[in-house]
T-cell receptor, first 112, second 116 residues
Framework: DQQVKQNSPSLSVQEGRISILNCDYT??????FLWYKKYPAEGPTFLIS?????DKNEDGRFTVFLNKSAKHLSLHIVPSQPGDSAVYFC???????????FGKGTKLTVNP | NAGVMQNPRHLVRRRGQEARLRCSPMKGHSHVYWYRQLPEEGLKFMVY????????ESGMPKERFSAEFPKEGPSILRIQQVVRGDSAAYFCASSPLNGRAVNEQFFGPGTRLTVL
């Protein structure tokens, strides 16, 4: 049972445009969400997080939006750069648990 | 400040052998987590440890897998009598004890285990 779903395996955008990566979850007990970026042969790198008491969190070019009623979150990258090309994982945690539940990832390609 | 260290980076074992994966957390971090990633899948939680204690092992297979985080030295994930289905990337992460409900986890580069 996939509790965190990233339905788009891949996404391709032009440099300078906006990248929007989506994530859906089924467990209403999740109250903390994180995005990680992963390059080949490396470990995931933390990007940005959001608590369920917020609906938006921004850090430089990265913004995460949370829609609790729809159980949906998205990561916006503006402007997109070729160095952003990587696999992006959405992850969720519940009730103070340290266990992260990951989606399968979306491979982002930013074309120069 | 060095990041999370994992070794070996690549490990090849034959069926029935033992695999030992090591993880040194970031300096000052007292929480260690192990995740497994199968091809084309996301990371799956295995176990969460603090020094000398297993806090949550709900993701660990019931047999052949064990983990420890001793008072001194790295955390060890041990897989006995490996089978082909154990072939995967195993990632270790660490986080600080800072009183937050959930801590960002910092990942190591992973150990890629291949079972022949």
């Amino acid at each position: 049972d996939q509790q965190v779903k990233q339905n788009s395996p891949s996404l391709s955008v032009q440099e300078g445009r906006i990248s929007i990566l989506n994530c859906d979850y089924t467990n209403s007990m999740f109250d903390y969400f994180l995005w990680y970026k992963k390059y080949p042969a490396e470990g995931p790198t933390f990007l940005i997080s959001i608590s369920s008491i917020k609906d938006k969190n921004e850090d430089g070019r990265f913004t995460v939006f949370l829609n609790k009623s729809a159980k949906h979150l998205s990561l916006h990258i503006v402007p997109s750069q070729p160095g952003d090309s990587a696999v992006y994982f959405c992850a969720a945690a519940q009730g103070g648990s340290e266990k992260l539940v990951f989606g399968k990832g979306t491979k982002l390609t930013v074309n120069p | 400040n060095a990041g999370v260290m994992q070794n070996p980076r690549h490990l090849v074992r034959r069926r029935g052998q033992e695999a030992r994966l090591r993880c040194s957390p970031m300096k000052g971090h007292s929480h260690v987590y192990w995740y497994r990633q199968l091809p084309e899948e996301g990371l799956k939680f295995m176990v969460y440890l603090q020094k000398e204690n297993i806090i949550d092992e709900s993701g660990m297979p019931k047999e052949r897998f064990s983990a420890e985080f001793p008072k001194e030295g790295p955390s060890i994930l041990r897989i006995q009598q490996v089978v082909r289905g154990d072939s995967a990337a195993y990632f270790c992460a660490s986080s600080p004890l800072n009183g937050r409900a959930v801590n960002e986890q910092f990942f190591g580069p992973g150990t890629r285990l291949t079972v022949l």
